[in-house]
């Protein structure tokens, strides 16, 4: 069993930046990917970046402006997001991912979720 706690949502002003955390907690050895996730009012749950296996995967839309890292020793995965758009405003998920997968979509463990409001 694998626990998963989101931190750092807020509101920023278009262009700014903002900083996601995820801490896990349990069984983590069972986790081979880490992804990143948002749904946005009336809209599908989407990949927003994963990692795994030493690489990173990210959508279209945030390509070059977020950046998905992580703290072992803190078991914290960061999701660092920059020059914010109104169009990012969702609310966003971690997950953990049993498989190792790059594609995303099978996620095993879910956090809470994290509301990030841009305002333009």
């Known amino acids: 069993q694998v626990q998963l706690v989101e931190s750092g949502g807020g509101l920023v002003q278009a262009g700014g930046s903002l900083r996601l955390s995820c801490a896990a907690s349990?069984?983590?050895?069972?986790?081979?990917?880490m992804g990143w996730y948002r749904q946005a009012p009336g809209k599908q749950r989407e990949l927003v970046g994963i990692t795994s296996g030493g690489r990173t995967n990210y959508a279209d839309s945030v390509k070059g402006r977020f950046t998905i890292s992580r703290d072992n020793a803190k078991n914290t995965v960061y999701l660092q997001m920059n020059s914010l758009k109104p169009e990012d405003t969702a609310v966003y998920y971690c997950a953990a991912h049993r498989r190792r997968t790059l594609v995303g979509g099978t996620a095993d463990y879910w956090g809470q979720g994290t509301q990030v409001t841009v305002s333009s």
């Open positions: 349990g069984s983590i050895f069972s986790i081979n990917a």
